[in-house]
């Protein structure tokens, strides 16, 4: 029996013992994650049953047929796409088996304690301290750019624990409970009027020795496996043509012709060509994904599209003219979901500010081409052998 | 489903394309022969054209042909154009074969597909797919009048075509004056064909055959510039990790780096492009939308890489001893031939319903 056959098979036994329609969603969820059935590529045990990753299709569509709930992956994107790697990779027996199943079903949602006000491109340079107390850690400082740490159970987070060797080398990977007195997260409003980011101050939180992932003065490589994944989840979805902030900008387009003039027709052409272009770009990656070669294009996904979601609003807001002038609401607001595309031109006008700062700066992610895919020459570097603690700053 | 990557048969061929024009047809070759009175090269032709077979992909196993696909010719044709190759592969083995098979006129057919006949659609380089075409008179058999801007004519044994009756003529180019005109792009030159009283024999109707070999050829000219467009990326990023001032590499410097950046991903984005309107166009789905999201995309992605090409290679770049004004002068024209990006968008607010106000 080939694994995708044994696959349906196994998705078909899961569905006769708990029928969606008469089971619990959350019983339903557990009892997938059991069967191996989350994240087919992860082992045995843990979700998974240690078959290719390309394989998930085959359960997907099985269990979607059947009407199944899923885990609202876009509810708990950042455990399911960096926290949960990074375990896999890094943790202990132990860790692998407290945390990944109730992330997965979406019991407990976790947050990232990465960013801070003086550590945003250069996260390395990052001053949260944690400082040893017998079998804890003691963690002091502040984080930004958190999403979801208003509803997450857990963070992962990176904290220096030794200011006296250079920046990358004093790093240590720990999870954070958000839930610990010390832990206060306050909203940052954005300039769409919402807070969908809180800002963290952590106050002498306390973390468990056996919360750390990874060895003490390691985490900058552990944090690697943690961020790769999030440009690939952030740049890597597969969209119908008109599925991205296209889809819009053409229907207003179609639908209101006493918007339309020579000008912005030739504009929203061009973009119309990149948006479908970029699309085909995405599509070819995921086609190498699947045949097992993996591309490069993957760095470059997010650059194109932050430029493109950002040409393509900017259009909009013009083409609507008199109404571009309105916003449809300032109310603050603090979001579970972060959706680029939902709202008015204006929403998303200013919205996709973010998508070229968010995950990597495009500057930033123009360096990582240029000398990862391209081989260039590195950036003059007189950070590295100097200690954290005699940085500028 | 599209598929937008390279098969392994694919790539053998690329690789065996590869492998023949860089042992016979150099960049200083290249140069050398565009100064000379025959731009193109015949001896390359033939060992791509009889050797290899490759004239003959797009015609049908019992019409003499190979009986592969436009995706095959793509990826001929991103060799030549990463080579500037002077051969009239495009004009001959895409334009005029495709004319022919709308045609249906297998005894040319075999003949082009053999690679020993060379073919040209009389028909003016800049043309658009579906855009008005000249025609010459035909009176009593003969054709009389003058076509200017035919891409390869100077080579071409037979040339085909279309008169004010409606017809698509095959005329064999000893019956007519061809005259080169002094182009912009040495590689693939341009004449007049002038037709006083040649006698010409009726293969089909013109519309239909001249829409078909256009919309094939801009589907598959991207295919070309993205083999230039790799080509002037990959060079300058070589010579940039070489090339020292202020001691260091000048690739080194963050202003290089991101132009560079930039441009890789223009030419990531292209090769999807280019697969898409391949594909399209061997499996005739999706074809008119993916042929002009192609091209509209794939020339200023072309004239892009190579004007960086030559602005980063400093005053070398400038020279006529550099190749790289060949792929310049390959890229501007491409911009033009069959349809400009601002022609295939015109075409594309048709088809995908954004008409203009």
């Known amino acids: ?393 | 489903m599209t598929d937008l990557l390279y098969s392994e048969e694919e790539e053998a061929l690329r690789a065996a394309v590869r492998d023949l024009l860089t042992d016979h047809c150099a960049p200083a070759d290249v140069i050398a022969r565009a100064e000379s009175g025959t731009p193109h090269d015949l001896s390359v032709w033939k060992s791509l054209a009889e050797g290899m077979g490759l004239a003959g992909l797009l015609v049908p196993e019992e019409q003499g042909g190979q009986g592969a696909s436009a995706r095959e010719a793509a990826v001929v044709l991103e060799e030549l154009g990463r080579a500037v190759a002077p051969v009239p592969y495009l004009t001959s083995a895409v334009v005029a074969t495709e004319a022919l098979l709308a045609c249906g006129d297998e005894e040319l057919l075999g003949r082009l597909a053999s690679g020993r006949t060379i073919g040209a659609l009389a028909v003016g380089l800049h043309t658009a797919p579906g855009a008005a075409v000249t025609t010459v008179r035909a009176q009593n058999g003969t054709l009389h009048g003058e076509l200017t801007g035919i891409a390869d004519a100077a080579v071409a044994d037979v040339l085909l075509v279309p008169a004010d009756d409606g017809a698509l003529y095959a005329v064999a180019s000893d019956a007519v004056t061809v005259t080169p005109q002094a182009s912009l792009d040495l590689t693939r030159p341009l004449a007049t064909v002038r037709l006083t009283g040649a006698p010409g024999r009726r293969v089909g109707d013109a519309e239909p055959a001249v829409r078909r070999a256009l919309r094939a050829a801009a589907g598959l000219l991207a295919s070309e510039q993205l083999g230039l467009a790799d080509w002037a990326l990959t060079e300058t990023v070589r010579y940039l990790k070489e090339r020292k001032q202020f001691n260091r590499p000048v690739g080194g410097f963050q202003a290089i780096k991101h132009r560079l950046a930039q441009l890789w991903l223009e030419v990531v984005n292209l090769r999807a492009a280019a697969r898409a309107a391949a594909d399209a166009l061997a499996s005739g789905e999706d074809t008119d939308v993916s042929v002009a999201v192609a091209q509209a995309y794939a020339a200023p992605v072309a004239v892009h890489a190579a004007e960086e090409a030559l602005q980063l290679h400093g005053g070398i770049g400038m020279t006529w001893e550099h190749p790289i004004h060949l792929y310049l002068k390959r890229a501007k024209a491409d911009s033009i031939a069959y349809g400009t990006a601002g022609a295939h968008r015109a075409a594309l607010a048709e088809l995908v319903d954004l008409q203009g106000p």
């Open chain 1, 1 to 393: 029996m080939t694994d995708a056959e044994e696959l349906r098979r196994r998705a078909r036994e899961l569905l006769a013992a708990h029928p969606p329609a008469d089971t619990d969603r959350l019983d339903f969820l557990r009892a997938r994650f059991d069967a191996g059935l989350a994240w087919v590529h992860y082992p045995q045990g843990l979700g998974g049953l240690g078959v290719p990753r390309s394989l998930q299709g085959v359960v997907d569509a099985e269990l979607q047929a059947a009407d199944a709930p899923d885990n609202d992956p876009r509810r708990i994107g950042i455990g399911l796409g960096m926290a949960a790697p990074t375990i896999l990779k890094y943790g202990t027996e132990e860790q692998k088996r407290r945390y990944l199943r109730p992330l997965w079903t979406g019991e407990e949602v976790w947050c990232q304690l990465f960013s801070e006000p003086g550590a945003g491109s250069d996260l390395a340079a990052l001053g949260t301290r944690a400082v040893r107390a017998g079998e804890d850690w003691t963690v002091n400082g502040q984080k930004v750019w958190t999403s979801s740490a208003h509803i997450a159970r857990w963070a992962i987070l990176i904290a220096r624990t030794d200011p006296d060797v250079p920046k990358h080398a004093g790093i240590t990977y720990f999870i954070c409970d958000m839930t610990d007195p010390g832990v206060e997260v306050r909203p940052l409003r954005q300039i769409t009027g919402e807070a969908e980011f809180n800002e963290v101050f952590l106050t002498d939180v306390r973390v468990p020795d056996d919360r750390r992932l990874g060895e003490v003065g390691d985490g900058w490589r552990v944090a690697q496996t943690t961020l790769m994944n999030e440009r690939v989840s952030i740049g890597g979805m597969a969209l119908p043509r008109e599925g991205g902030m296209i889809g819009p900008v053409s229907k207003t387009w179609r639908e209101r012709p006493e918007l339309r003039t020579h000008e912005l027709h030739q504009r929203l052409l061009k973009l119309w060509v990149e948006a479908e272009v970029s699309r085909l770009t995405a599509e070819r990656l995921r086609q190498q994904l699947v045949a097992g070669q993996p591309g490069y294009e993957g760095s470059g996904m997010k650059l194109a599209f932050a430029r493109l979601n950002q040409e393509i609003s900017g259009l909009e807001v013009e083409l609507r003219g008199e109404e571009g002038l309105l916003y449809d609401d300032w109310t603050m607001r603090r979001p579970e979901l972060v959706d680029f595309i939902g709202r008015d031109a204006g929403y998303r006008y200013l919205r996709s500010k973010g998508n070229s700062i968010e995950g990597g700066t495009s500057e930033i992610l123009l360096n990582i081409v240029a000398e990862r895919v391209l081989g260039l020459p590195a950036e003059p570097r007189t950070d590295k052998d100097v200690a954290w603690k005699d940085l500028a700053r």
